[in-house]
């Protein structure tokens, strides 16, 4: 069964600096991996999605690099903002054979950017 | 920009009543979803559909059922709500008909539902 797991739970960090959340899944068997936000009581936000084949995906401030074989995903978060605030997610869609299928998540980083 | 609604933000129940959560996308996918998320648990996959009237179970299905009769519109049924399911109630959906194999899911507001 697919666990995938995010390191660190939580992040407090200075506005301007350069973080990186981690994502790691313990079946390398993917289609794709996906990084959202989370706004407090809100939905999910899609910010990055890699597929199996890829190795990395940017938009703006952020890059996310994805190393199948061992099961890692970085997400990079360049000159952070106090609007970065919220929790990030990451989720991997498995291969199957019918060609839908839903996400795992894992459970998180809730990242505070200081002003 | 894609769209995914969802009938209602909050929702107060009561125990052994029939609750019907709906979700609606106006990007014409293929694919629907409904997960829910607990703390400490995170997001977990309730059931999907990948076409109208196709229904699979997700990794906790018990409990819910699922009616898919038009394309746009995927809703969640609670036969018999009980207290543990008072969560918050996610839909998305994916998969444009020209087939963006990215397969990007879109995800609605959320429906948190209390059951008392």
């Known amino acids: 069964k697919q666990e995938v797991t995010q390191i660190p739970a939580a992040l407090s960090v200075p506005e301007g600096e350069n973080l990186v959340l981690n994502c790691s899944f313990t079946?390398?068997?993917?289609?794709?991996l996906q990084w959202f936000r989370q706004d407090p009581g809100k939905g999910l936000t899609s910010l990055l999605l890699?597929?199996?084949?890829?190795r990395e995906q940017t938009s703006g401030r952020l890059n996310a690099s994805l190393d199948k074989s061992s099961g890692r995903s970085t997400l990079y978060i360049a000159a952070s903002q106090p609007g970065d605030s919220a929790t990030y997610l990451c989720a991997v869609r498995r291969i199957s054979g019918g060609g839908a299928d839903g996400l795992t998540f894992g459970k998180g980083t809730h990242l505070i950017i200081q002003p | 920009d894609v769209k995914v609604t969802q009938s209602s933000r909050y929702l107060v129940k009561r125990t052994g009543e029939k609750v019907f959560l709906e979700c609606v996308q106006d990007m014409d996918h293929e694919n629907m979803f409904w997960y829910r998320q607990d703390p400490g648990l995170g997001l977990r996959l309730i059931y999907f559909?990948?076409?109208?009237?196709?229904?699979e179970k997700g990794d906790i299905p018990e409990g819910y059922s699922v009616s898919r009769e038009k394309k746009e519109r995927f809703s969640l049924i609670l036969e018999s709500a009980s207290t543990n399911q008072t969560s918050m109630y996610l839909c998305?959906?994916?998969?444009?008909?020209?087939?963006?194999?990215?397969?990007?899911?879109?995800f609605g507001p959320g429906t948190r539902l209390t059951v008392l």
């Open positions: 998305a959906s994916s998969l444009p008909p020209n087939g963006d194999w990215f397969d990007t899911q879109y």
């Open positions: 890699i597929q199996s084949s890829q």
């Open positions: 559909s990948y076409d109208v009237k196709m229904k």
């Open positions: 079946d390398s068997a993917i289609y794709n």
